[in-house]
């Protein structure tokens, strides 16, 4: 049952950051969300940084949706874990960068928080 879930919420996080990943090139306005303060979102030099941050988004969402295809409950836990670094990393920049706090801890440290949580369920599974 706590494998389920978990993969349920891993897939949903995969998805997510897919998404993310792929609004870099569809939407790049989007980038203003991230919550860094003054994103020049029409600059193409900040653009093609951004295209650089939307192909590691995707390949990070990819990393999630083969490990949950081809491992083990505790590999993917310890996957999440460790990824859970990013948002956390993500929300710091933000606080950083003198941005809003509500995308720092609303965004990036809530989304770390889910990470942590589906890899503790896995790895207790």
């Known amino acids: 049952m706590l494998v389920t879930i978990a993969n349920v919420l891993a897939v949903l996080i995969a998805v997510g950051i897919i998404v993310v990943g792929a609004c870099a090139f569809w939407a790049p306005r989007a980038a203003a969300g ?13 653009q093609a940084w951004l295209t650089v941050k939307g192909v590691r988004d995707i390949a990070s969402g990819l990393f999630v949706v083969v490990l949950l295809l081809t491992a083990t409950p505790h590999v993917l836990g310890w996957f999440m874990l460790a990824a859970a670094l990013i948002p956390l990393g993500d929300g710091s920049i933000v606080l950083r960068s003198k941005g809003p706090r509500a995308a720092a801890f609303g965004v990036h440290w809530a989304t770390a928080a889910v990470m942590v949580v589906i890899a503790v369920l896995l790895l207790v599974s």
């Open 34 to 46: 991230f919550g860094i303060p003054a994103t020049p979102t029409d600059d193409h030099t900040f």
